[in-house]
């Protein structure tokens, strides 16, 4: 893009965000803004469409706070077709990848979408979220804290481990990596679309990308990867093999919440609960007498080993589904990494690059050797 | 040991793998009874669940049988059981389960003395590596 990056100085960054927002909004460039938001009676922050000005006060741009993957809900709005409206959507960069895979899947539209990917810094396990708001200095005190990977408690495991943290794509790249975003807000461009809302919003002055920038994305994500490795080599220790499969599953109830937070589960009716899996009753004491005992509600492993087989080539390590689990079952440690190994396969990294085709959608005729030969 | 006797099931496409086990029978070849042939009309209709649920049931190992590449009678429909089976096999893999009970083969359908083969072969080598501890497990 060479259309210059924009720095927006007000207070700190999240009011600098509010401002472009705002602006966003009164000059008509959208008519909504999809963002995480204070909630008015509650202490937790949700994701919110606005569309009233007033609203924007609302929004909390930065909160270490993901309630869903946000893809899932950009998904149930535009999914029968695009917005009819122009809407800025503030969305971290695995949920932006989370809504490229399901474009692909034909599970949502992205016409008249204005996305604003931030860079992300993580989140909070929702669980570990004290039960008064996150007030501005709380939010400013996780941002240094992870800018130096020193979240000593509640961060998401999948968050910890992430290699994604800036975004592949979208219209504007909110930039938090080499710069004190306590000082100012930097805003790059990173499509036609992004530079054009940029200039049609006016706030702000041109600004530029610092060189510290470049070398801080550098060094995290060396970083990142041996963190990734490490955790990945310790899954492996706790969950390799058919036994500690079992016993890493020992908790699961088979409550499927982890497919239903998983924003790649699109399916309106999975296959588990269609009537595929409705059977006699004399099936189930024929399965108890051939196995001794039977366990249920059945079909925990055969559950997970599906949904993989189904959905992990778009699988982008979001890790909506631990958060899901009402358990504590830690799934980063299961679903991320399997997908890392059956994605590198086909040389594709879920959402990274809207061009490139499902690895389920199409094959080539000469690969995977020696698959099928001998 | 010795007298343990492997279960294999075969998911085999009508076009081919199905037909060359008929040829294989009807000219009668020799080979081990050990595979439970289950007739599917295109390799390219294999989900992944059918095979993990016959791991997980009391299969052994499962062989997935489909036309040569370019011999789909659905033109790819081997072309994506192929995918689906090397996404399978890689899931396995990853989680420390025994990825080499699954085969894949291609066998024609005039590719009787094949099936025989590939039937002695695998059924050999499943023997070897003795039962499968997927197969019997009461809890999965
Ligand atoms: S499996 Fe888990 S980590 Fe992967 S996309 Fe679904 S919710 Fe996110
Ligand atoms: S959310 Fe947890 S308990 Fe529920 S099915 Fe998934 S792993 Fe099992
Ligand atoms: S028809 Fe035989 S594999 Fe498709």
């Given at each position: 893009m060479s259309e210059a990056p924009v720095t927006i100085v007000e207070g700190n960054s999240a009011e600098s965000m509010r401002k472009f927002l705002r602006a966003l909004l009164e000059r008509k460039v959208v008519s909504g803004v999809f963002a995480p938001c204070n909630l008015q009676h509650g202490v937790g922050v949700v994701y919110a469409l606005v569309s009233d000005v007033q609203g924007i006060s609302r929004v909390n741009p930065f909160a270490p706070v993901m309630p869903v993957n946000a893809a899932g809900v950009i998904s149930e709005m535009t999914r029968l077709a695009p917005s009819g409206e122009k809407l800025a959507v503030l969305l971290r960069p695995c949920e932006s990848r989370a809504l490229v895979e399901l474009v692909k899947l034909k599970q949502a539209h992205m016409e008249n979408l204005l996305i604003i990917g931030s860079d992300c810094l993580g989140a909070l396990k929702l669980s570990s979220l004290p039960d008064k708001a996150l007030d501005t200095d709380r939010i400013a005190a996780f941002m240094k804290e992870s800018r130096a990977d020193a979240v000593r408690d509640g961060l998401r495991a999948a968050c910890a481990i992430c290699e994604h943290f800036v975004p592949h794509t979208g219209d504007i790249n909110v930039g938090l990596?080499?710069?004190d975003p306590e000082k100012q807000l930097l805003l790059i461009p990173t499509s036609e679309a992004g530079a054009a809302a940029l200039a049609a919003a006016g706030v702000g002055s041109p600004g530029e990308v610092p060189p510290a920038r470049q070398k801080e994305i550098e060094d995290r994500r060396a970083k990142r990867k041996e963190a990734r490795k490490a955790y990945f080599a310790k899954a492996n220790e706790e969950a390799g093999g058919f036994a500690k499969l079992l016993k890493f599953f020992s908790k699961c109830i088979g409550c499927h919440n982890c497919r239903d937070a998983c924003p790649i589960c699109y399916c309106k009716e999975c296959f588990f609960d269609s009537?595929?899996?409705?059977?006699?009753?004399h099936k189930y004491v024929d399965w108890a007498k051939r196995k001794g005992a039977l366990r249920l509600p059945d079909d925990t492993i055969l559950f997970h080993l599906t949904r993989l087989n189904h959905m992990v080539s778009s699988c982008v390590s979001c890790g909506a589904c631990a958060e899901a689990c009402p358990n504590g079952i830690e799934l980063a440690k299961i679903f991320p990494r399997v997908a890392d190994d059956v994605q590198a396969i086909f040389n594709y990294i879920a959402g990274k690059d809207p061009r490139e085709e499902l690895p389920l959608a199409t094959f080539k005729e000469n690969e995977l050797s020696p698959l099928g030969e001998g | 040991m010795s007298d343990f006797e492997p279960k294999i099931v075969g998911f085999f496409c009508n076009w081919c793998t199905a037909t060359a086990a008929d040829l294989a029978g009807t000219t009668r070849m020799q080979y081990p009874p050990n595979i439970r042939p289950i007739r599917v009309m295109c390799s390219g209709t294999v989900d992944p669940v059918y095979v993990i649920r016959a791991l997980l049931n009391g299969a052994d190992a499962v062989i997935v049988g489909g036309c040569r590449p370019g011999d789909c009678h659905y033109v790819s429909g081997n072309m994506k059981a192929r995918r689906r089976m090397a996404i399978l096999k890689t899931i396995m893999k990853s989680l420390g389960l025994a990825e080499d009970r699954v085969w894949l083969r291609w066998i024609s359908a005039a590719e009787g003395p094949k099936f025989a083969k590939i039937a002695r072969e695998m059924t050999e080598e499943i023997r070897k590596k003795g039962p499968s501890e997927m197969a019997g497990a009461w809890e999965a």
């Open positions: 990596f080499g710069v009537p595929v899996f409705e059977f006699e009753p | -």
